[in-house]
């Protein structure tokens, strides 16, 4: 049974440009929350995805955005990357009728921008 | 807003010693999920244990336990027959039970536990 899988694991990126990065659910899981962690410091959460639709959202501005597709994968793009962007983003799946018991989180796609 | 706080950066053990990590949160709700997350180097989050604000029994599993004290706001987690696995960074993390599956987890700044041989 895969856990929470994402790709990239690393990516470096030039300020201005745009990114997407991706996670697969565990599986039979339905709920992705998506969450930043800057050097140094606990995750800070960005938005959750349920049912293809944004359900809530963090402190993150509109560069911020994000996808859930119909087998519950879910995609972060941020645009216009400025360099305090650089951060490990990790995913975590979760079962929408479950969510208080358990976040699984994926391995985090590291991302530099320079 | 709650917050979440945990105030050493950096804690040593032996081991096979016993090791406390302390966090305390702010929150004005009433029922409430804590955790402690494990963040090795390979960077992936794995759970440690869970506590039910509304349970009064002090959550355990294997050699971890928390010592869950309400009224102060405090959450600690105490690691016993420490091993050389156990060294990562620990986060404590808050989740507000009201509003279900919607709600996020907040998490402190971490504590990086080492463990001597």
């Known amino acids: 049974d895969a856990g929470v899988t994402q790709s990239p694991t690393h990516l470096i990126k030039t300020r201005g440009q745009q990114v997407t990065l991706r996670c697969s659910p565990k599986?039979?899981?339905?709920?992705v929350s998506w969450y930043q962690q800057a050097l140094g410091q606990g995750p800070q959460f960005i938005f959750q995805?349920?049912?293809?639709?944004?359900?809530q959202r963090g402190n993150f501005p509109d560069r911020f955005s994000g996808h859930q597709f119909p087998n519950y994968s879910s995609e972060l793009n941020v645009n216009a990357l400025l360099l305090g962007d650089s951060a490990l983003y990790l995913c975590?799946?979760?079962?929408?009728?479950?969510?208080?018991?358990?976040?699984?989180f994926g391995p985090g796609t590291r991302l530099t921008v320079t | 807003a709650q917050t979440v706080t945990q105030s050493q950066p950096e804690m040593s053990v032996q081991e096979a010693e016993t090791v406390t990590l302390s966090c305390t949160y702010d929150?004005?709700?009433?029922?409430?999920?804590l955790f402690w997350y494990k963040q090795p180097p390979s960077r992936q989050m794995i759970l440690v244990i869970r506590?039910?604000?509304?349970?009064?029994q002090n959550a355990t599993e294997n050699r971890f336990s928390v010592n869950f004290q309400k009224a102060a706001k405090s959450f600690s987690l105490k690691i016993s027959d420490s091993q050389l696995g156990d060294a990562a960074m620990y986060f404590c993390?808050?989740?507000?039970?009201?509003?279900?599956?919607?709600?996020?987890?907040?998490f402190g700044t971490g504590t990086l536990l080492a463990v001597q041989p």
């Open positions: 975590a799946s979760s079962r929408w009728d479950r969510d208080a018991y358990e976040q699984y």
């Open positions: 599986s039979g899981h339905d709920t």
């Open positions: 995805y349920y049912e293809e639709e944004e359900r």
């Open positions: 929150t004005s709700e009433s029922d409430y999920y």
């Open positions: 506590q039910e604000a509304y349970k009064q």
């Open positions: 993390a808050y989740r507000r039970e009201y509003g279900g599956a919607t709600n996020k987890l907040i």
